[in-house]
T-cell receptor, first 115, second 111 residues
Framework: SAVISQKPSRDICQRGTSLTIQCQVDSQVTMMFWYRQQPGQSLTLIAT?????????ESGFVIDKFPISRPNLTFSTLTVSNMSPEDSSIYLC????????????FGSGTRLTVV | QKEVEQDPGPLSVPEGAIVSLNCTYS??????FMWYRQYSRKGPELLMYTYSSGNKEDGRFTAQVDKSSKYISLFIRDSQPSDSATYLCALRGSTLGRLYFGRGTQLTVWP
C-alpha cells in the first residue's frame, strides 16, 4: 500500500487566518482526494486533485475557501482560507490504490481547531 | 435521505463477543462495498472489500452484502480489545466512482 505523510498533524489557528496542509505520497498516483471529517459525521469529499489540471470540487466547497495545489504526482496541498470555528475538523488526504482492492489509502489526518 | 446510513453507536462488548456492524444504502448502483477501521487520531485503513452480493471472510472478519435488501454487514468473531476503533462502511458505484461513507460506528471491546 502507498504510504501517505500528512503535515501538520494538528494545529490551533486564529479566526481569519489560513492553514496549508501538505500531503506527500511515497509513489506516483494519478488522483488525490481531500476529505473533511467532522465529529460524529461521515467523511465528506472536498475535492479531487489531478496533476496538471484544476481540482474538482464537490457541492458546498469552493476554490476560494479551499484552494488546492497538485504540482506533481506525489504531492498535494489543501489550504483552508479565512478560517472560522466552523472549519474545525479533521482533514484527510487519500489516494486510490488501484484495481486490486478498489479502496483508498488515507493519511493520518490534520486535526484543525479554529479559535 | 442520505446515500449511506450507519448507526454511530457507541457499541460496547466484552472480549470474545461476536460483533455485528451494519449499513444500509439507497442507491442500487453501488457495486463495491468496503469496510474501513479507524483508530483514534489515525486515518481510516481498508479492512475488507466486497464486490456485489455475497460473503467474504478474512480471519476473524466476515463482510456480507445483500444487494436485494441494500444492506451490508461486518461481523467480528472472538473480538479483542485491539478491535476497539471506529468502523466505517464505504460504497462506490464503479472503479472510477467516488466513495460514499457511512458515519462510522464506534466500537469498544473491554477485557
Amino acid at each position: 500500500s502507498a504510504v501517505i505523510s500528512q503535515k501538520p498533524s494538528r494545529d490551533i489557528c486564529q479566526r481569519g487566518t489560513s492553514l496549508t496542509i501538505q500531503c506527500q505520497v511515497d509513489s506516483q498516483v494519478t488522483m488525490m482526494f481531500w476529505y473533511r471529517q467532522q465529529p460524529g459525521q461521515s467523511l465528506t469529499l472536498i475535492a479531487t486533485a489531478n496533476q496538471g489540471s484544476e481540482a474538482t470540487y464537490e457541492s458546498g466547497f469552493v476554490i476560494d475557501k479551499f484552494p488546492i495545489s497538485r504540482p506533481n504526482l506525489t504531492f498535494s496541498t489543501l489550504t483552508v482560507s479565512n478560517m472560522s470555528p466552523e472549519d474545525s475538523s479533521i482533514y484527510l488526504c487519500s489516494v486510490e490504490e488501484g484495481q486490486l482492492n478498489y479502496g483508498y489509502t488515507f493519511g493520518s489526518g490534520t486535526r484543525l481547531t479554529v479559535v | 435521505q442520505k446515500e449511506v446510513e450507519q448507526d454511530p453507536g457507541p457499541l460496547s462488548v466484552p472480549e470474545g463477543a461476536i460483533v455485528s456492524l451494519n449499513c444500509t444504502y439507497s442507491n442500487s448502483a453501488f457495486q463495491y462495498f468496503m469496510w474501513y477501521r479507524q483508530y483514534s487520531r489515525k486515518g481510516p485503513e481498508l479492512l475488507m472489500y466486497t464486490y456485489s452480493s455475497g460473503n467474504k471472510e478474512d480471519g476473524r472478519f466476515t463482510a456480507q452484502v445483500d444487494k436485494s435488501s441494500k444492506y451490508i454487514s461486518l461481523f467480528i468473531r472472538d473480538s479483542q480489545p485491539s478491535d476497539s476503533a471506529t468502523y466505517l462502511c464505504a460504497l462506490r458505484g464503479s472503479t472510477l466512482g467516488r466513495l460514499y461513507f457511512g458515519r462510522g460506528t464506534q466500537l469498544t471491546v473491554w477485557p
